[in-house]
């Protein structure tokens, strides 16, 4: 019985699959605009926050000098900066929990 | 208004019936209000309520359009020994119905109550909304 030898592999003959090429830089590309998009969500969400907090502030402190022409302005802001404050957090925990759950798979 | 339309919109109202207060509150403190014939009496005042136009991008709610003015006529009280008086005897009053305030003063405290309760009311919602998917 006689055994064929190997030839000798011919890498030219090897055309890399166009689909990997081509769809990678581009695959990973959406997934970063993805990631982008979530991130700048979050990060206004945040701004948005901040600047509801910012005018808590500001009602606060008429309050406190006796400026302050409506008393449900500032509870009614106090109370929105609070749910706002909640949803944010929540938003940012299950992002957070979202990753540990990937962190965790296995093959 | 965004994520909290309701809160927004009851706070809107929150406004308006604390100024109808202010003008009831106005009105009950000058009803002995006296002025000599020759002047025009105290005019009641009103608030004009004036829903916003939520096809201009304001997302509901309601605002003071203005204030209305009661009669400035008032009525004419014959009071000789008042020093206001006039050669007749007569001063004018405003024209202003204690009992029609009284019942305005609730519907006004009621209004503020009930939208008070809407931005409760909302927060929980949100608060709820809030708790979907939390173990």
């Known amino acids: ?107 | 208004m965004g994520t909290f339309g309701a809160i927004g919109i009851a706070g809107s109202a929150l406004g308006t019936y604390r100024k109808w207060l202010d003008a009831v509150s106005d009105n009950l403190a000058n009803v002995n209000t006296v002025r000599s014939t020759s002047e025009t009496a105290f005019q009641a005042r009103y608030i004009v309520a004036q829903a916003n136009d939520s096809q201009g991008g304001d997302g509901g709610g309601v605002h003071v359009a203005g204030a209305a003015f009661g009669s400035a006529e008032g009525r004419i009280v014959y009071e000789p020994n008042n020093p206001l008086a006039d050669a007749d005897g007569n001063v004018r009053y405003p024209d202003i119905d204690m009992a029609s305030q009284m019942t305005q003063l609730i519907m006004a405290q009621r209004g503020y109550q009930a939208n008070a309760a809407v931005v409760d009311r909302a927060k929980e919602l949100y608060t709820t909304a809030l708790q979907i998917g939390r173990s």
């Open chain 1, 1 to 107: 019985m006689s055994v064929a030898p190997i030839s000798a592999v011919v890498t030219s003959s090897v055309t890399p699959t166009a689909y990997v090429s081509s769809a990678s830089p581009a695959g990973t590309a959406a997934a970063g605009a993805t990631d982008g998009a979530f991130a700048s969500t979050l990060a206004s969400s945040v701004d948005s926050l901040q600047a509801m907090q910012a005018n808590t502030d500001q009602l606060a402190v008429k309050a406190v000098t006796g400026n302050l022409s409506d008393v449900h302005d500032y509870t009614i802001a106090a109370t929105e900066s609070a749910v706002a404050m909640e949803l944010t957090s929540t938003v940012r925990n299950r992002a957070v929990e979202a990753f540990n759950e990937i962190m965790r798979m296995q093959a």
